[in-house]
């Protein structure tokens, strides 16, 4: 099967994914991965349409959104990401309760830094008059966390969900922070407006809308999973040597996932390391094969 796979070329580093994109193919083409990958920048809503799935870059969310605005392109993301394919959701069992686990399968999408922004159901330290939201991820992200654009860093990471296969060596990944967001709440599950977020000052909110049907509200109630924590300042000074107790310190979220949604604070874009973007074709690749075997 090809699966399309879309890269919003509004503003910022979409040229770095489509690269990360492309090398990551061709390794799964080497290892003789059955699917084939046809990657595409999105502008409008025409070659939006296409995707079965879509990365938001890094760059700066604020223009992001205003562009996006500009060419039409918020709503039909919003559709895109939290309202796909009503009708194709599906029931699994989860052999354990007397519940079924609804499968997500809004289309996979994956944020990276200021795309991760974008695809926050919450963010504050907004500029005055806030910028367009497009949500899917039931978080509050706090912008700007490490401060200015002279204050980035590089720090590797540990991330568990990359599988040792693709990487012999399982070295750290180089996370890039470059004026990163963090994940600084994780939020309710709700169905519609996060109402308690559009209480607080300095706090944009994503217009979700309330669950058209009862497939749109199932895609909804999947939990936010956290994907990868940088350690905080005791744990790395711990790290260093130093004699104090890190035991208890949380770090801060910086990947999350929930459903088919992706995030990341970082920017694996912007290093030579296609490990993120190889993960997540094979993420995409059981989506789709989810979605058409109930289609
Ligand atoms: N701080 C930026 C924003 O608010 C994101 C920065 C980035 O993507 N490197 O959009």
Redesign the pocket.
Known sequence: MTITIGVLALQ??FLEHLNLLKRAAGQLKSQGFEDTFDFTEVRNVQQLERCDALII????????SLVAAQSGLLEPLREFVKYANPGSNHGIWNGKTDLFAFRVDRKPTWG????L?LLSESANATKKGG?DLIGGLDVRVN??HFGRQVESFQAGLDLPFLNPKDSPSNEPFPGI?????VVEKILPNLDGIQEGERAKAETVVAPSKPAKDDQAQRARSSHVDIMGVLPGRLKKAAGMGAEVNADEEAGDIIAVKQGNVFGTSF?PELTPDIRIHVWWLKQVSEAVATKTATC
């Open positions: 910022g580093a870059p890094g760059g700066e969310s604020t223009t992001m990276t830094c200021a795309g922004i910028q912008r700007n922070f470059i004026r990163a967001p920017h």
